[in-house]
C-alpha cells in the first residue's frame, strides 16, 4: 500500500547521539512537541522558515540534512532566550540549537563569521580589534590604554592549543 | 563596597564611553571600583557558543576563576558577558561531571574552579546592594521632563531560572532606575522584542529594528534608554542603516543608562562620551540646559 508506506518514519538514533554529546544537546530528548516555544520567538514571527518546535521534531527524528544542511533554519534563531524561558520540559531548545550549531561548524557548515570572530579571540583574546584609533579614543575619555591579554593561557586550556575550537 | 567589573570586549573597545560613565558615575553610589588583570573575552555567547560551548565553558570558567583569585565578586556591564559568565556558573553548579571535565582543563595552567564569586551586571548590584535610593541621591541635575524609552535587551532577564533579576515579562528594574534620575520612562509595544543581533542571518534583524524604532516613535520618547552594547550597535548606527533602507528617518538618540546618571549626577556630555554617538542627543541637552536656565533665572 503505497500511502501507508509515505506514514513511514525513520529515526536516525546515531545523529541523536551524536547530538547527546554536546552540551545542552541532549535535552531534546525531554521535548513533548507542545509548542510553548514558539508563541513569543521572535525568528518565529519574523520568518515563516522558523519555528523552535519544528526545530526540536526534526532532532527527535534526527534528521541532519535539514539541521545541517545548507537552508538549515538554525541560523535564523535571535538567541533571545524566550523558548527556555517558555519550556515546561526544561529541554531548553536554544541551547539544543546551539549544540545543532557546534555540529554544523564541526561539519564546516556554519556562516563564516562564525570561524571570523573564534580566530580573533583565539588570536588576541578579545572579540574586537584594538588599533591606534581605539587608543586615542580611550585616551580622550579619560580612559587607560587597553593592553595584552592572556592569550597564551587562554589557548592552553582548550583541547589542541586553540587550533579546533 | 568593592567590586570587579568586567568590561569585557565591546565596551572598551567600541563603546568606552559606556566604561567611561560607568567608572565616573559608580563612585558617586559608594562603589570602589578594583580593576583585576588577567581576563579575556568573556567568551561571546553567540559565535563563540556557535563554535564550540566547550571551550566556551572553559574560557568562561577561567574567567571566573581570576576573579575567585582575586576574592572579588564581579559586576558586569554587557548583557553578553552577564549572559556567559552566569550561565557557566549555572552550568557548572548544575553538573558535578561537567566541572570537573572543566576543571581537568583548567589545571593545565594552575587554575581550578570553585565557585565562589557572585557575578551581577550593574544594575542589579545597584537595585540589591545598594538600593535604588542610592541612586536619586547621587543625583544633581535631574533629568526632569526627558522621556526615556526603555528597551531591556534579552539576555538581561532570560532565562530568569539562570538571571534572576526580574520578572522576564513584566520587568521593572530600568523603569525605576529611570524614574530615579528624573526621567519619566515611556512604555511602547516593543519594549521587550530582542534587537535582532544575535540573528546570523542579514534581513530579519532590520525589520525587528524598523518595528522597534517604529514603536518608539509612535510612543513620544524623547531617547531609547538602555543597558546592552549589543544592542547599542543595532539601535544607535543601526537605525541609521535601516531608516536608509526603509526610506524614513527616526533620529532617536540611543542613550546608556549609566551615560544617563553619569549626566544627573552633573557630568558633562563630553565626560560620558555622548559626542561619540551617531544619532546625536542634541535636543535632549538642550532642554536640560534650557531647563537649568529657566530654573537660575
Avoid at chain 1, 526545530?55 to 545541517?68: H, K, N
Avoid at chain 1, 538554525?74 to 532566550?81: P, Q, S
Avoid at chain 2, 567611561?20 to 561571546?44: H, K, Q, S, W, Y
Avoid at chain 2, 520618547?221 to 543597558?227: F, K, P, S, T, V
Wanted: glycine share 8%; charged share 25%; with cysteine.
Amino acid at each position: 500500500m503505497p500511502q501507508e508506506k509515505e506514514k513511514h518514519v525513520t529515526i536516525d538514533f546515531a545523529f541523536r547521539r551524536e547530538l547527546d554529546q554536546i552540551i545542552g544537546g541532549d535535552h531534546h530528548n525531554y521535548c513533548y512537541q507542545c509548542g510553548a516555544c514558539v508563541a513569543q520567538c521572535p525568528a518565529a514571527q519574523y520568518s515563516e522558515s522558523f519555528n523552535p518546535r519544528s526545530i526540536l521534531l526534526d532532532a527527535l527524528l534526527g534528521r541532519a540534512d535539514v539541521l545541517l544542511g545548507p537552508d538549515s533554519p538554525i541560523w535564523l534563531c535571535t538567541n533571545c532566550y524566550s523558548c527556555y524561558e517558555r519550556c515546561p520540559q526544561d529541554v531548553r531548545p536554544i541551547e539544543v540549537i546551539i549544540a545543532l550549531k557546534n555540529l554544523a561548524s564541526n561539519r564546516d557548515a556554519a556562516p563564516s563569521d562564525v570561524a571570523t570572530m573564534t580566530e580573533n579571540i583565539l588570536k588576541t583574546g578579545v572579540s574586537g580589534l584594538i588599533t591606534p584609533a581605539v587608543q586615542r579614543i580611550r585616551e580622550s575619555l579619560g580612559l587607560k590604554p587597553l593592553g595584552d591579554y592572556p592569550v597564551d593561557e587562554m589557548l592552553k586550556i582548550l583541547p589542541d592549543e586553540g587550533k579546533q575550537p | 563596597m568593592k567590586v570587579a567589573p568586567f568590561f569585557g570586549c565591546m565596551i572598551p573597545i567600541k563603546y568606552p564611553q559606556m566604561e567611561a560613565a560607568f567608572r565616573r558615575t559608580m563612585p558617586n553610589l559608594g562603589v570602589e571600583l578594583v580593576d583585576i588583570d588577567g581576563f579575556t573575552c568573556c567568551p561571546d555567547p553567540i559565535y563563540f557558543k556557535t563554535k564550540g560551548v566547550l571551550d566556551w565553558l572553559t574560557i568562561a570558567a577561567r574567567n571566573l576563576c581570576v576573579a575567585e583569585e582575586a576574592g572579588l565578586d564581579l559586576v558586569t556591564l554587557c548583557s553578553g558577558c552577564t549572559a556567559t559568565l552566569k550561565e557557566a556558573k549555572f552550568l557548572l553548579a548544575e553538573d558535578e561531571d561537567l566541572k570537573e571535565r572543566v576543571n581537568e582543563r583548567l589545571m593545565r595552567v594552575g587554575k581550578e574552579y570553585q565557585g565562589t564569586v557572585k557575578v551581577e551586571h550593574a544594575v542589579v548590584v545597584i537595585r540589591d546592594e545598594l538600593g535604588i535610593e542610592r541612586v536619586t541621591e547621587s543625583v544633581v541635575k535631574p533629568l526632569d521632563g526627558i522621556k526615556v524609552a526603555i528597551h531591556y535587551g534579552c539576555h538581561l532577564l532570560k532565562p530568569s531560572q539562570i538571571m534572576h533579576v526580574d520578572d522576564a515579562d513584566y520587568p521593572s528594574i530600568l523603569e525605576n532606575l529611570i524614574a530615579a534620575i528624573g526621567a519619566t520612562p515611556v512604555g511602547h509595544d516593543r519594549k521587550l522584542l530582542c534587537c535582532g543581533k544575535g540573528c546570523l542571518d542579514g534581513d530579519m534583524p532590520v525589520e525587528m529594528v524598523f518595528d522597534i524604532f517604529t514603536s518608539i516613535r509612535d510612543s513620544g520618547a524623547d531617547c531609547m534608554g538602555l543597558i546592552c552594547p549589543t544592542c547599542f550597535s543595532s539601535f544607535d548606527l543601526g537605525q541609521i542603516v535601516v531608516g536608509r533602507k526603509k526610506n524614513t528617518k527616526f533620529d532617536i538618540p540611543v542613550i546608556y543608562y549609566f551615560q544617563l546618571l553619569g549626566l544627573a549626577q552633573g557630568l558633562a556630555p563630553e565626560e560620558v562620551g555622548l559626542n561619540l554617538h551617531k544619532v546625536k542627543a542634541d535636543r535632549i541637552l538642550a532642554e536640560l540646559a534650557g531647563g537649568e536656565a529657566q530654573a537660575s533665572a
